[in-house]
Structure formats: structure tokens, C-alpha cells
């Protein structure tokens, strides 16, 4: 064999070693985007929670809305724009778990464990009426899907 042929032979196997580097190094990366996005989800939802937990008034209204389902005219105007501001806190994160999960990022796993439940209620039902119209068409379908299975 000439020398010519070697190494032409070794450059097309250095060749195809880079990219099944460059391969595994995407997917390593994109593996790591994902956990930091579910990361990130988790923090959100945390960040929430904690908050509502540290705030009496506030763990009252969560309280009469997830275990008492009160409506939104059993409560005062300040009342009402406290727990708006909660529903429309949830409606992003999960805005933002469907618009993950849409570019590829997160799988149908996150769509699962939105937890659905405290949405079906009535007062987070007037809140998503009140704030749907400032979603993209999209996620307004596919939240309403969600909701209502």
C-alpha cells in the first residue's frame, strides 16, 4: 500500500472519530440543557410555593381556593388580585413547561407533572378567563386541553 492511500485512509478515520466526538458532546450538552430546564421548572414551582406558604393571608386565600373551591365573588377586590396574581404566576410556568417542551427541550414527562388540579378550580377558571387573552392561541388550546381532561 502506498503512502498516499494511508494516509488518506487515516484521514477519513480521523475525520469520522471527530464527528462521533462532536456527536457525543451535543448530546451530552443537550442532556445537560434539559436538567437545568427541569431544574429551573422545579425552582419556579418551589419559589411559589414557598412563597405562599411564608404569607398567612396568603395561605388562606390558597387554602379557600384549592381545598373550599370559593369563587371570585365571595372575595374582596385585594383578595381577588392577590390570587389573580398567583393563577397568573402558574399560567407562565406552565406557558413556559409547554413552550419547553414544544421547542424539544423538555419531554412530554414535564406536560405530566404540571399538576392540573388547583387550574380546574372555579376560581382559577374566572382568573383564566380574565388573562387567556394575553397567551399565544397555541397554548391557550392546549392549556384548555389539559385542563379539562
Known amino acids: ?4 492511500v494511508f494516509i488518506e485512509i487515516f484521514g477519513l478515520i480521523s475525520v469520522i ?3 462521533l466526538f462532536v456527536g457525543v458532546e451535543i448530546s451530552q450538552n443537550t442532556q445537560a ?3 437545568a430546564t427541569h431544574q429551573a421548572v422545579s425552582d419556579q414551582a418551589s ?3 414557598l412563597e405562599i406558604a411564608s404569607d398567612e393571608r396568603l395561605s388562606r386565600l390558597a387554602y379557600e ?3 373550599m373551591n370559593i369563587k371570585r365573588d365571595e372575595l374582596s377586590t385585594t383578595d381577588q388580585m392577590s390570587l389573580d396574581f398567583i393563577q397568573l404566576m402558574g399560567f407562565r410556568r406552565v406557558e413556559n413547561i409547554f413552550l419547553q417542551y414544544k421547542n424539544g427541550i423538555l419531554s412530554e414527562d414535564a406536560i405530566n407533572r404540571i399538576g392540573m388540579d388547583s387550574y380546574r378550580k372555579a376560581f382559577s377558571r374566572g382568573s383564566w378567563e380574565m388573562f387567556k387573552t394575553g397567551f399565544d392561541p397555541d ?3 392546549f392549556f384548555e386541553e389539559i385542563r379539562d381532561k
Request: proline share 0%; net charge positive.
Open 1 to 4: 500500500m502506498n503512502m498516499r
Open 17 to 19: 472519530g471527530s464527528l
Open 33 to 35: 440543557v434539559r436538567g
Open 47 to 49: 419559589e411559589l410555593y
Open 65 to 67: 381556593m384549592l381545598v
Open 139 to 141: 397554548f391557550v388550546m
